[in-house]
């Protein structure tokens, strides 16, 4: 890990007390020396149980040599512009990793004005920090100063039965969450084209792990099913997504930061890709093996209405990360999914208190009353209509 920073000791990390910033927190501070800056808002989904459980783990390998916590939690608001300029020049990195943003699809159907002004305003006002302290930086540091911007694959928004997403895909979001995201990609790249900021973008397929916020398909379907109640199921249940576990995801992430050429974008895909049907019932047959007597929790699968503009399909080819940077996948579908139902089942008391204190009682969002709009037809990889007939 420190060759791989290459002397970049002081890390910014946004959304660090989320699931994938969370993870990267961690990774930086068990396997290198530097300082590690959590510019976080400590809203809802947002947690430090496992950045505190790693610190604790570290003893004296959390502290600097005076005595100070490698990890320093900056509770900010990216849409305040003071207080985030303040937070960037506290931190005064030589490496950003910017993963602050609203990302559950449901929520941004219900309240798409958090999601604009989270992950379009606050990046905005992001790289303006940034590119301030980029400016006065030492010719040095300058030159190996970084910007890695972490973003989605729905930002290309839906593809037919083939092709797979590329760098090269237009967009073409659907929700307001990948519209927000399409935003703030754009206002990335064109900081690095207007103003020579350094920049590195990726954008990933579908996450899932340990110490991911229960709102999400694979930990709300392992709670429920595990506690013996109706499993929810969108529309048929042959919406495809492109599984990648959560610490392959790291890797990638390190390594475009540090390796990746400046301007480019990385497509990162772990090459899971199932139906939502494959997962639930993959998550049942798992729970069967763990907890018997409930078996068999495939039972438990419950249709319900689709979701308003639901993407039929998602799939990364992710060549030019590992033909590029040497990334591959550590993790399996199979393991990384085994792995994160041991762990959810461990966890439940994470997992209840974690819900309460973001508010959220697990039932479902997202749903319009009277909406019968059809999606428009999904795409091939370029970006041209397919028509399929499984299409909602």
Known sequence: MQALLAGRRRILVTGGGGFIGGAVVRRLLAESNALVFNLDKCGYASDLTSIEQVLAELGDRASTPEGNSR???????????????????????????????????????????????????????LLQAVRAHWQQLPAERQAAFRFHHISTDEVFGSLG?????????????????????????????????????????????????????????IPVVILKAAAGEPIPLYGDGQNVRDWLYVEDHVDALLLAATHGQLGRSYCVGGHGERTNKQVVEAICQALDQLLPAGAPHSRLITPVSDRPGH??????????????????????????????????????????????????????????????????????????????RNSV
């Open 311 to 388: 993407d039929r399909r998602y799939a990364i080819d992710p060549t030019r990360i590992s033909t590029e940077l040497g990334w591959q996948p550590r993790h399996s579908f199979e393991e990384g999914l085994a792995a994160t139902v041991c762990w959810t089942l461990e966890q439940q008391g994470w997992c209840q208190r974690v819900r309460e204190q973001g508010g959220y009682s697990g039932g479902r969002m997202g749903v319009l009353t009277g909406n019968t709009k059809r999606d428009p037809a999904p795409r091939n990889a370029a970006g041209n209509t397919r028509q399929n």
């Open 71 to 125: 990890h320093q939690l900056l509770q900010v608001d990216l849409t305040d512009a003071d207080a985030t300029a303040e937070a960037v020049r506290q931190a005064d990195p030589d490496l950003v990793l910017h993963l602050a943003a609203e990302s559950h699809v449901d929520r941004s159907i219900e309240g798409p004005g958090a999601f604009i002004a989270s992950n379009v305003t606050g990046t905005f006002q």
């Open 161 to 217: 039965a083939t092709g797979r997403f590329s760098e090269t895909t237009p967009y073409d979001p659907r929700s307001p969450y990948s519209a927000s995201k399409a935003a703030s990609d754009h206002l990335v790249n064109a900081w690095h084209h207007t103003y020579g900021l350094p920049v590195v973008l990726t954008n990933c397929s579908n996450n899932y792990g340990p110490w991911q916020f229960p709102e999400k398909l």
